[in-house]
């Protein structure tokens, strides 16, 4: 099953490793669906999702 780009998505990578990270922060990154390096994950935007791209953006590339 594929799921199409639309405006109201985003296309998330994870390019850095989670060792060191604060469990917080991995929390976070498997909330958005992210497990292993170089995974992606597309999602609907909301303020929620959003907000966690914010708080793990140094982990991640939009695409």
Do not use: W
């Amino acid at each position: 099953m594929t799921k199409d780009i639309t405006p109201d998505t985003i296309k998330i990578f994870l390019f850095k490793s989670l060792i060191g990270v604060k469990k917080s922060h991995r929390a976070t990154i498997r909330g958005l669906g992210l497990r292993k390096m170089n995974s992606c994950s597309i999602l609907v935007k909301t303020p929620e999702i959003l907000g966690m791209i914010n708080k793990v953006r140094y982990l991640i590339k939009l695409g």
